[in-house]
């Protein structure tokens, strides 16, 4: 039996096959529409005109998906008993990957778990190396961790909107928890001369604010707060922020971390008499991981969006955030 071809795994060449003569069966995944993740597969019969909407998600113009590599682990960091950055070599993805954009990461080569897990891209050199910060929480990232160097991981991205990034303001970059990787990337990414960039990063404990000699290299100025005051300021990010907004002029606001934190972050920006542009990124859970299943699906101003392709960065006036916290 041929190896089957998916909507996300297909080359140029085999979708246009699938397009001129579709199989007289497909399988679907299809999404249970009840806003909880359900994924069905039903084999329905020949459904060109579907199956043309589906291999239109991952044709060359959707610049949401890129590429699907075999990548070796290169090396593994272990920043405590829950928290990882591996470094993959893979080129193709090194050189699209920008800072707010996701690796859709198969985590075993079992058939379960079935669904990929988003990760954030940490930093990529933009020719060979991407890297990726993640905490282990159950199934999927625990098998991920478990991982060692020479390994090869199924890796799909980069996926998902990057940030937008302005020169001619100052850069406010808000993080929370694990929220620091997209953060750090955008950071590290965009050094010059041109504008200041100030990281608020927040956590509960001091152990928590990872990376934070690297993170020296990334911004002109950091400001830590942490819940339990064993760094820095005690509080959340909010505090210094509200500071900031009152003190400075001409701002963008760029932020990740939980919902709540990205709610609060958009009011702040909200209240200011000029509002700053303010960009967040959403950590919805998700499926596909490429616009197909609406798994992933935030309520924004205009409707449903899908966080995986529309996002995961928004502008935040578009997000309707006391459903985000789904
Ligand atoms: C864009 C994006 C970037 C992220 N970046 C980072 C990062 O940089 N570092 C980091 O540590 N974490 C990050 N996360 C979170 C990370 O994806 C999760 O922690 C991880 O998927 C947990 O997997 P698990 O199997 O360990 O946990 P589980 O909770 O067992 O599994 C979570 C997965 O199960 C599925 N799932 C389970 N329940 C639901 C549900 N109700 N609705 C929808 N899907 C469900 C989804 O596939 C989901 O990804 C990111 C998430 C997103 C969306
Ligand atoms: S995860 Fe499938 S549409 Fe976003």
Redesign the pocket.
């Known amino acids: 039996m041929p190896a089957p071809v998916t909507a996300a795994n297909g080359s140029e060449a085999q979708r246009d096959k699938l397009r001129e003569d579709p199989p007289e069966k497909t399988c679907l995944f299809v999404r249970v529409p009840n806003?909880?993740?359900a994924c069905q597969a039903i084999v329905v019969d020949r459904v060109p005109a579907l199956l043309m909407d589906l291999t239109h998600v991952a044709s060359g113009d959707d610049r949401a998906l890129k590429h699907q590599v075999a990548a070796t682990l290169e090396s593994v960091r272990v920043l405590d008993r829950e928290?990882y950055v591996h470094t993959y070599l893979a080129p193709a993805i090194a050189a699209d990957a920008q800072p707010g954009q996701?690796l859709h990461i198969r985590?075993s080569h079992l058939t379960a778990?079935l669904?990929?897990?988003?990760?954030?891209?940490?930093w990529s050199d933009g020719h060979e190396r991407v890297q990726?910060?993640?905490?282990?929480?159950?199934?999927?990232?625990?098998?991920?961790a478990a991982k060692r160097e020479g390994e090869t991981v199924d890796l799909l991205g980069p996926?998902?909107t990057p940030f937008p990034y302005d020169f001619a303001r100052d850069a406010v970059m808000v993080a929370g928890g694990?929220?620091i990787?997209?953060v750090y990337f955008l950071g590290k990414a965009n050094r010059s001369d041109h504008n200041r960039r100030t990281l608020i990063y927040g956590a509960r404990s001091a152990d928590q604010l990872y990376l934070r000699d690297e993170l020296k290299e990334a911004f002109d100025e950091i400001i830590y707060t942490t819940e339990d005051g064993s760094l820095a300021r005690k509080g959340r990010v909010t505090g210094p922020l509200r500071d900031l907004l009152a003190a400075r002029e001409n701002l963008a606001l760029y932020a990740?971390g939980p919902t709540p934190m990205l709610a609060a972050v958009a009011d702040e920006a909200a209240r200011v008499a000029a509002p700053p542009p303010c960009y967040v990124?959403?950590?919805?859970?998700?499926?596909c991981g490429f616009g197909a299943c609406l798994?992933?699906v935030v309520r924004t101003h205009e409707g449903f969006k899908t966080?995986?392709k529309q996002?995961?960065v928004f502008d935040a006036r578009e997000i309707v955030f006391d459903t985000a916290a789904?």
């Open positions: 806003f909880s993740y928290t996701f985590v778990p669904l990929r897990r988003p990760i954030s891209i940490l990726v910060l993640f905490k282990v929480v159950r199934t999927g990232t625990a098998l991920l996926l998902g694990y929220g990787a997209p990740c990124s959403m950590e919805n859970q998700m499926g798994g992933c966080t995986c996002g995961p789904r």
